[in-house]
């Protein structure tokens, strides 16, 4: 069996029990290591890293995209962009499984045209109304969890950096990184600026910010829903499934990685 530990002396174990509610696993290991668990020693910085969409919140980029098309300006746009976003949906989940690269060029497109400031205007009702509601009732704890073993907070996350900021503030998470659209005199072109985020992407953002923060990786961890994201499980000592897809779950139990279930 994989036990999962912090470093040195002072160890906390986490126990691989599959497909198990999030809130079940948390209190079992509060009360099994309450009396010797204790921070990351001074030496050691580590972290949690999590993917967004599907692990902490039910959501996904179309939920976005669609709030944006129901508000825009005058009704035969809105009816119009809302119309488009739905007929395209079985487009963009078919390329999705085909390439992340080639889903992300289609899907971004249709911010193309879109004002800049009216994306920041409407983020916070987006959180509100959309967001705030999807998020997963084990995230709460299992965040909170992780941050009172010292480990440092940090989203992965391929949606847009104006859509979820709101949501980091709430979560209290000042660390992420997120997908940029390109804006040419406040309009959107349609397109992101690199790096783009999604799968070997992400772990290749996940070393880098390691080496320039000094983490570890080897005692860090790593959550995700999607088999897509196994580079960024890959490169941390403790990787997670959360919510995940069939193959990603395949491979958790393969690997006897935990598997998290957070709604």
Same mark, same amino acid.
């Given at each position: ?14 126990? =691989?029990? *599959?497909?198990? *509610? ?6 079992? #290991?509060?009360?099994?290591?309450? +009396? ?16 967004? #969409?599907?692990?902490?919140?039910? &959501? ?19 009816? &119009?962009? =809302?119309?488009? %976003? ?7 989940? +078919?390329?999705?499984?085909? @390439? ?13 045209? #879109? ?7 409407? +983020? ?43 949501? !980091?503030? *709430?979560?209290?998470? %000042? ?6 659209? #390109? ?26 910010? +390691? ?6 990786? =080897?005692? @860090?961890?790593?959550? %995700?829903?999607? !088999?897509?994201?196994?580079? !960024? ?31």
């Amino acid at each position: 069996m994989l036990h999962y530990s912090l470093p040195k002396n002072r160890r906390i174990r986490y126990i =691989s029990l *599959h497909c198990i *509610h999030v809130r079940k696993l948390l209190r079992r #290991e509060l009360r099994k290591n309450l +009396a010797r668990s204790e921070a990351l020693e001074d030496d050691v910085a580590a972290a949690a890293f999590y993917d967004l #969409e599907g692990t902490l919140v039910s &959501t996904n980029l179309v939920h976005t995209l669609g709030f944006y098309s129901k508000n825009q300006q005058g009704l035969l746009r809105t009816v &119009t962009k =809302s119309a488009s %976003t739905l007929l395209s949906i079985p487009l963009f989940a +078919a390329t999705d499984q085909y @390439s992340r690269k080639v889903f992300n060029d289609l899907f971004f497109k249709r911010y193309k045209g #879109e004002s800049e400031d009216r994306l920041r205007f409407f +983020a916070e009702q987006l959180f509100e109304d959309v967001l705030k509601p999807a998020i997963f009732p084990g995230s709460y704890e299992l965040i909170e969890k992780s941050r009172s073993l010292g480990l440092r907070q940090v989203v992965v996350t391929g949606a847009l950096d104006i859509s979820v900021k709101p949501l !980091m503030k *709430h979560f209290g998470i %000042t660390d992420y990184v997120a997908n940029h659209l #390109e804006f040419v005199n406040g309009i959107a072109t349609g397109r992101l600026l690199p790096p783009v985020l999604a799968a070997a992407t992400k772990a290749s953002w996940i070393r880098t910010f +390691a080496e320039r923060e000094g983490i570890s990786l =080897s005692d @860090s961890y790593a959550y %995700t829903d999607s !088999m897509s994201d196994l580079p !960024m499980l890959s490169v941390v000592g403790h990787p997670a499934a959360v919510n995940p897809d069939l193959r990603l779950k395949q491979t958790a139990l393969h690997h006897d990685w935990p598997v998290l279930n957070l709604k």
